[in-house]
Protein backbone atom coordinates (compact mmCIF):
# COMPACT_ATOMS: atom_id res chain seq x y z
CA UNK A 1 0.00 0.00 0.00
CA UNK A 2 1.33 3.53 -0.89
CA UNK A 3 1.93 5.36 2.50
CA UNK A 4 2.31 9.06 1.89
CA UNK A 5 3.78 9.43 5.41
CA UNK A 6 6.64 7.01 4.37
CA UNK A 7 7.00 8.79 0.79
CA UNK A 8 7.31 12.00 3.00
CA UNK A 9 10.37 10.61 5.33
CA UNK A 10 12.18 8.82 2.77
CA UNK A 11 12.60 12.15 0.72
CA UNK A 12 13.05 13.68 4.11
CA UNK A 13 16.44 11.59 4.90
CA UNK A 14 17.24 12.04 0.87
CA UNK A 15 17.41 15.60 1.22
CA UNK A 16 19.18 15.73 5.25
CA UNK A 17 21.99 12.98 3.49
CA UNK A 18 22.63 14.63 0.37
CA UNK A 19 22.79 18.46 2.08
CA UNK A 20 25.20 16.56 4.95
CA UNK A 21 27.11 15.31 2.12
CA UNK A 22 27.21 18.95 -0.22
CA UNK A 23 28.31 21.08 3.44
CA UNK A 24 31.20 18.28 4.01
CA UNK A 25 32.41 18.91 0.35
CA UNK A 26 32.21 22.80 1.02
CA UNK A 27 34.27 22.47 4.14
CA UNK A 28 36.58 20.78 2.27
CA UNK A 29 36.93 22.87 0.00
CA UNK A 30 37.39 25.95 2.99
CA UNK A 31 40.22 24.22 4.24
CA UNK A 32 41.52 24.32 0.80
CA UNK A 33 41.11 27.66 0.23
CA UNK A 34 42.21 28.92 3.78
CA UNK A 35 45.55 26.68 3.12
CA UNK A 36 46.09 28.86 -0.44
CA UNK A 37 45.76 32.12 1.32
CA UNK A 38 47.98 31.29 4.10
CA UNK A 39 50.55 30.05 1.28
CA UNK A 40 50.26 33.70 -0.47
CA UNK A 41 49.94 35.52 2.48
CA UNK A 42 51.98 35.42 5.76
CA UNK A 43 50.41 36.63 8.65
CA UNK A 44 50.08 36.04 12.53
CA UNK A 45 46.51 34.38 12.63
CA UNK A 46 47.06 31.73 9.98
CA UNK A 47 47.66 29.11 12.36
CA UNK A 48 44.48 29.69 13.96
CA UNK A 49 42.85 30.12 10.60
CA UNK A 50 43.97 26.95 9.70
CA UNK A 51 43.24 25.58 12.82
CA UNK A 52 39.26 26.76 12.38
CA UNK A 53 39.16 25.81 9.21
CA UNK A 54 39.59 21.88 10.05
CA UNK A 55 37.77 22.68 12.94
CA UNK A 56 34.84 23.04 11.13
CA UNK A 57 35.65 20.33 8.81
CA UNK A 58 36.15 17.87 12.37
CA UNK A 59 32.05 19.24 12.92
CA UNK A 60 31.04 18.87 9.11
CA UNK A 61 32.26 15.07 9.19
CA UNK A 62 30.66 14.53 12.75
CA UNK A 63 27.30 15.98 10.74
CA UNK A 64 27.37 13.98 8.02
CA UNK A 65 28.49 10.80 10.24
CA UNK A 66 24.90 11.62 12.12
CA UNK A 67 23.10 12.09 9.19
CA UNK A 68 24.06 8.91 7.54
CA UNK A 69 23.10 7.10 11.23
CA UNK A 70 20.35 8.49 12.66
CA UNK A 71 18.42 8.92 9.47
CA UNK B 1 100.26 25.39 20.15
CA UNK B 2 97.29 26.28 22.31
CA UNK B 3 94.65 28.64 20.60
CA UNK B 4 92.60 31.28 22.85
CA UNK B 5 88.92 30.95 23.31
CA UNK B 6 88.38 34.46 21.98
CA UNK B 7 89.96 34.67 18.34
CA UNK B 8 89.26 37.87 18.46
CA UNK B 9 91.86 39.13 21.04
CA UNK B 10 94.33 37.34 19.09
CA UNK B 11 93.66 38.08 15.98
CA UNK B 12 90.81 40.70 15.48
CA UNK B 13 89.21 40.43 11.90
CA UNK B 14 85.57 42.23 12.78
CA UNK B 15 86.52 45.29 10.61
CA UNK B 16 87.19 43.26 7.73
CA UNK B 17 84.88 40.83 8.17
CA UNK B 18 82.27 43.31 8.70
CA UNK B 19 83.47 45.26 5.21
CA UNK B 20 83.06 42.35 3.31
CA UNK B 21 79.48 41.67 4.78
CA UNK B 22 78.86 45.32 3.77
CA UNK B 23 80.21 45.51 0.32
CA UNK B 24 78.32 42.17 -0.33
CA UNK B 25 74.58 43.60 0.80
CA UNK B 26 75.52 46.58 -1.02
CA UNK B 27 76.01 44.49 -4.19
CA UNK B 28 73.19 42.53 -3.25
CA UNK B 29 70.52 45.23 -2.71
CA UNK B 30 71.29 47.82 -5.38
CA UNK B 31 70.86 51.31 -4.17
CA UNK B 32 70.08 51.53 -0.29
CA UNK B 33 66.71 52.75 0.21
CA UNK B 34 67.66 56.86 2.06
CA UNK B 35 67.07 56.38 5.69
CA UNK B 36 65.83 59.73 6.15
CA UNK B 37 63.07 59.20 3.47
CA UNK B 38 61.86 56.33 4.94
CA UNK B 39 61.82 57.78 8.24
CA UNK B 40 59.50 60.52 6.52
CA UNK B 41 57.24 57.80 5.19
CA UNK B 42 56.99 56.28 9.30
CA UNK B 43 56.31 59.52 10.81
CA UNK B 44 52.94 59.77 8.90
CA UNK B 45 52.18 56.21 8.60
CA UNK B 46 51.85 56.39 12.80
CA UNK B 47 52.02 52.97 14.75
CA UNK B 48 50.12 49.93 14.66
CA UNK B 49 48.16 49.31 17.77
CA UNK B 50 47.66 45.90 17.40
CA UNK B 51 48.23 42.64 15.30
CA UNK B 52 44.71 42.68 13.87
CA UNK B 53 44.72 46.37 12.37
CA UNK B 54 43.37 47.33 9.60
CA UNK B 55 46.78 49.48 9.15
CA UNK B 56 49.75 47.50 9.72
CA UNK B 57 52.62 49.93 9.55
CA UNK B 58 56.38 47.93 8.89
CA UNK B 59 54.61 44.20 10.26
CA UNK B 60 56.86 42.34 11.14
CA UNK B 61 55.56 38.95 10.58
CA UNK B 62 53.16 39.72 7.76
CA UNK B 63 54.64 38.60 3.91
CA UNK B 64 53.12 37.82 0.53
CA UNK B 65 54.23 35.10 -1.74
CA UNK B 66 55.54 37.40 -4.44
CA UNK B 67 58.08 39.81 -1.85
CA UNK B 68 61.54 40.03 -3.15
CA UNK B 69 63.89 38.93 -0.21
CA UNK B 70 65.04 42.43 0.00
CA UNK B 71 61.81 44.15 -0.59
CA UNK B 72 60.28 45.98 2.55
CA UNK B 73 56.77 46.49 3.40
CA UNK B 74 56.03 50.27 4.80
CA UNK B 75 52.52 49.38 5.56
CA UNK B 76 49.91 46.53 4.91
CA UNK B 77 46.00 47.71 5.03
CA UNK B 78 42.83 45.86 4.96
CA UNK B 79 39.19 47.31 4.37
CA UNK B 80 38.41 49.16 7.82
CA UNK B 81 36.72 47.17 10.41
CA UNK B 82 33.43 49.25 10.33
CA UNK B 83 33.31 47.43 6.83
CA UNK B 84 32.58 44.09 8.96
CA UNK B 85 29.78 45.35 11.28
CA UNK B 86 27.40 44.55 8.74
CA UNK B 87 27.98 40.83 8.72
CA UNK B 88 28.93 40.69 12.20
CA UNK B 89 25.48 41.88 13.52
CA UNK B 90 23.88 39.15 11.13
CA UNK B 91 26.29 36.14 12.48
CA UNK B 92 24.87 37.24 15.72
CA UNK B 93 21.19 36.97 14.65
CA UNK B 94 21.92 33.68 13.08
CA UNK B 95 23.25 32.40 16.25
CA UNK B 96 20.73 33.50 18.38
CA UNK B 97 17.87 32.35 15.59
CA UNK B 98 17.31 28.63 16.86
CA UNK B 99 16.98 30.13 20.72
CA UNK B 100 13.95 32.34 19.04
CA UNK B 101 12.84 29.49 16.86
CA UNK B 102 12.75 26.81 20.38
CA UNK B 103 10.83 29.85 22.38
CA UNK B 104 8.26 30.25 19.95
CA UNK B 105 7.52 26.54 20.04
CA UNK B 106 7.89 26.40 16.24
CA UNK B 107 9.89 22.65 15.82
CA UNK B 108 8.91 21.23 19.28
CA UNK B 109 6.37 18.58 16.50
CA UNK B 110 9.82 17.46 14.68
CA UNK B 111 11.34 14.35 16.13
CA UNK B 112 14.51 14.70 18.70
CA UNK B 113 17.15 13.74 16.16
CA UNK B 114 15.81 16.15 13.38
CA UNK B 115 16.42 18.94 16.05
CA UNK B 116 19.46 17.73 16.85
CA UNK B 117 20.76 17.44 13.06
CA UNK B 118 19.16 20.77 12.48
CA UNK B 119 20.50 22.37 15.64
CA UNK B 120 23.90 21.30 14.58
CA UNK B 121 23.67 22.53 10.71
CA UNK B 122 22.45 25.79 11.69
CA UNK B 123 25.52 26.54 13.34
CA UNK B 124 27.49 25.21 11.68
CA UNK B 125 26.43 27.11 8.83
CA UNK B 126 26.61 30.53 11.41
CA UNK B 127 30.16 29.61 11.75
CA UNK B 128 30.75 29.10 7.99
CA UNK B 129 29.20 32.26 6.89
CA UNK B 130 31.24 34.32 9.20
CA UNK B 131 34.16 32.28 9.16
CA UNK B 132 34.23 33.30 4.90
CA UNK B 133 33.19 36.44 5.65
CA UNK B 134 36.27 37.16 8.08
CA UNK B 135 38.58 35.52 5.26
CA UNK B 136 37.46 37.93 3.26
CA UNK B 137 38.36 41.03 4.83
CA UNK B 138 41.63 39.59 6.37
CA UNK B 139 42.67 38.28 3.13
CA UNK B 140 41.87 41.50 1.10
CA UNK B 141 45.53 43.15 1.03
CA UNK B 142 46.96 46.21 -0.17
CA UNK B 143 50.82 46.42 1.10
CA UNK B 144 53.40 49.18 -0.06
CA UNK B 145 56.81 48.04 0.22
CA UNK B 146 59.93 50.44 -0.83
CA UNK B 147 59.56 49.56 -4.59
CA UNK B 148 55.75 48.95 -5.54
CA UNK B 149 52.32 49.14 -4.42
CA UNK B 150 50.08 45.38 -4.24
CA UNK B 151 47.04 44.25 -4.02
CA UNK B 152 46.06 41.11 -3.37
CA UNK B 153 42.32 39.83 -3.60
CA UNK B 154 40.72 36.87 -3.38
CA UNK B 155 37.17 37.38 -4.76
CA UNK B 156 35.55 33.68 -4.30
CA UNK B 157 36.57 30.60 -2.78
CA UNK B 158 39.56 30.11 -5.13
CA UNK B 159 40.17 32.97 -7.11
CA UNK B 160 43.39 35.32 -6.55
CA UNK B 161 43.61 38.58 -7.98
CA UNK B 162 47.56 40.01 -7.63
CA UNK B 163 48.09 43.37 -9.14
CA UNK B 164 50.55 45.60 -8.55
CA UNK B 165 52.67 48.44 -9.90
CA UNK B 166 55.97 50.55 -9.47
CA UNK B 167 56.57 53.31 -7.71
CA UNK B 168 58.40 55.09 -10.55
CA UNK B 169 55.24 53.63 -12.80
CA UNK B 170 52.60 55.76 -10.56
CA UNK B 171 51.20 59.06 -12.07
CA UNK B 172 48.44 60.52 -9.86
CA UNK B 173 46.92 59.43 -6.66
CA UNK B 174 43.95 60.79 -5.42
CA UNK B 175 41.51 59.65 -2.66
CA UNK B 176 37.33 59.78 -2.10
CA UNK B 177 35.40 59.38 1.45
CA UNK B 178 31.74 59.20 0.83
CA UNK B 179 29.38 59.60 3.14
CA UNK B 180 28.84 59.92 6.87
CA UNK B 181 29.89 56.92 7.93
CA UNK B 182 33.56 57.12 6.03
CA UNK B 183 34.35 60.73 7.24
CA UNK B 184 33.45 59.69 10.37
CA UNK B 185 35.79 56.55 10.91
CA UNK B 186 38.49 57.98 8.54
CA UNK B 187 38.29 55.66 5.66
CA UNK B 188 37.47 55.55 1.84
CA UNK B 189 39.03 54.53 -1.68
CA UNK B 190 42.79 55.81 -2.87
CA UNK B 191 42.99 55.88 -6.59
CA UNK B 192 46.44 54.94 -8.26
CA UNK B 193 46.65 55.81 -11.83
CA UNK B 194 49.87 54.35 -12.94
CA UNK B 195 51.57 54.23 -16.18
CA UNK B 196 52.04 50.36 -16.17
CA UNK B 197 49.51 48.00 -17.92
CA UNK B 198 47.13 47.81 -15.18
CA UNK B 199 46.42 51.38 -15.13
CA UNK B 200 44.58 51.43 -12.74
CA UNK B 201 45.09 50.88 -8.96
CA UNK B 202 41.90 50.96 -6.18
CA UNK B 203 42.23 50.50 -2.68
CA UNK B 204 38.67 50.34 -1.28
CA UNK B 205 37.84 51.27 1.91
CA UNK B 206 40.82 51.76 3.76
CA UNK B 207 41.33 53.21 6.92
CA UNK B 208 44.05 56.71 6.85
CA UNK B 209 43.26 57.66 2.69
CA UNK B 210 44.84 60.73 3.33
CA UNK B 211 48.25 59.43 4.69
CA UNK B 212 48.49 56.82 2.09
CA UNK B 213 48.24 59.53 -0.29
CA UNK B 214 50.61 61.97 1.14
CA UNK B 215 52.87 58.55 1.77
CA UNK B 216 52.87 57.79 -2.32
CA UNK B 217 53.07 61.17 -3.32
CA UNK B 218 56.39 61.70 -1.51
CA UNK B 219 57.63 58.14 -2.74
CA UNK B 220 56.96 59.01 -6.11
CA UNK B 221 58.84 62.02 -5.59
CA UNK B 222 61.77 60.32 -4.55
CA UNK B 223 61.71 58.64 -7.62
CA UNK B 224 61.43 60.92 -9.40
CA UNK B 225 64.65 63.23 -8.22
CA UNK B 226 66.52 59.12 -8.39
CA UNK B 227 65.40 59.16 -12.18
CA UNK B 228 66.79 63.03 -12.97
CA UNK B 229 69.75 61.73 -10.82
CA UNK B 230 70.51 58.79 -12.93
CA UNK B 231 70.27 61.27 -16.45
CA UNK B 232 72.53 63.86 -15.08
CA UNK B 233 75.01 61.15 -13.72
Known sequence: MFDVGNVLMMVERVIAILGTTIYLIFAVVIVKQVTTMTHQIKDKFNG???????????????????????? | MNRSGNLDTVAPDDQITESLKT????????????????????????????ALSAFLVRPHVFSFKERDEEEEILVALRPHWMTNVGWILIAIAMTLGPTLIKSLALINGLPAKYQILGGLFWYLTTFAFAFEKFLSWYFDVYIITDERVVDIDFNNLLNKKFSEAKLSMIQDVTSRQIGMGQTMFNYGQVLIQTAAEINELRFDNIPNPDKIVKVLQLMREEEDMEAIKGRTK
Open chain 1, 48 to 71: ILIAFSYLHLLFSLLLALLSWTLL
Open chain 2, 23 to 50: EKKITELGEPVDPELRQKVYDILGHTKH
